[in-house]
Every structure is written in structure tokens, then in C-alpha cells.
């Protein structure tokens, strides 16, 4: 009968350990920062009545990068959450490019294509979709 473990030394294993490692790791920071937003957020606005007959879009500090950065600095909940979201959309980004620069030191070059096209759709319907509205 064939021996159907597989070798956890092998290279693509371990690749795919660490990139399941580095998705949980994400992920998890991810929540935790939004989790602190939403505590420092709800400490200093949770009482606060909420008037939603009319309908008020994001502020622009929270439609850059840099807005965002400044608002964490002040330790606005909101900031920090919003922090939180950009990392939880950076974790699978970060995936592929991890995957990528695996695969091309595993000298797999049909994976490290296939990567490639995933990272240009990603990053362009990330940064494709700013230009547009």
C-alpha cells in the first residue's frame, strides 16, 4: 500500500505552512486592531444619540492612507478601525506576493505566472476601482 503522508520537509510544504501561518497571523492582527478601534470608539461615542434620517458619506480623512495614519496617531476609534479593515485587505495581498517570491525560489514558473495575473487583478481592482469614482 502507498505511504500517503506527505513529507513536511519538502519545500512546497513548507511554503504552504508559511502561508497559511502568515494568513492567520493577518487575519488575527487584523481583528485585534479592529477590536481595539471599536472598544476606544464605543468608550468615547457609545452613548451618543445617532441621527440617521440623513445620510452622511465616510470622511475623506478615512479615503487615504495617510488620513487614516493621522487619525491613528490622535487615537480616534475610527481611524484604528479603518486601520484595521486596510490590514485585512493587505493579508491576501501580502499571500500572493509571498506565494510569488516562492515559487520563483522554488523555480516554479508556471505558479509564479499564475501569481502574477492574481496580484495585477487584485491590485487593480484595489487601485483600478480609486480612479474610477
Known amino acids: 500500500m502507498p505511504d500517503d503522508s506527505v513529507d513536511p520537509s519538502h ?9 497559511g501561518t502568515l494568513l492567520r497571523i ?12 471599536a472598544v476606544l470608539y464605543l ?3 457609545g452613548m451618543e444619540a ?4 440623513v445620510f452622511h458619506g465616510e470622511p475623506a480623512e478615512f479615503r487615504t492612507i495617510p488620513g487614516v495614519l493621522q ?3 490622535e487615537l480616534r476609534g475610527r481611524s484604528i478601525i479603518q486601520l484595521g479593515l486596510l490590514c485585512l485587505v493587505a493579508t491576501p495581498v501580502a499571500r500572493v506576493v509571498f506565494a510569488m517570491v516562492g515559487f ?4 516554479d514558473r508556471t505558479y509564479v505566472i499564475i501569481c502574477v495575473v492574481v496580484l495585477t487583478v487584485l491590485l487593480l481592482s484595489l487601485f483600478g476601482s480609486a480612479r474610477l469614482g
Not at 519545500?11 to 502561508?19: C, G, S, T, Y
Not at 445617532?50 to 434620517?53: A, K, Q, T, Y
Not at 520563483?104 to 523555480?107: D, K, M, P, V
Open 11 to 19: 519545500p512546497e510544504v513548507r511554503l504552504e505552512e508559511l502561508l
Open 26 to 37: 493577518g487575519v488575527s492582527v487584523a481583528a485585534l486592531i479592529v477590536s481595539v478601534g
Open 43 to 45: 468608550v468615547r461615542h
Open 50 to 53: 445617532r441621527g440617521f434620517r
Open 71 to 73: 487619525g491613528v496617531a
Open 104 to 107: 520563483a525560489t522554488l523555480r
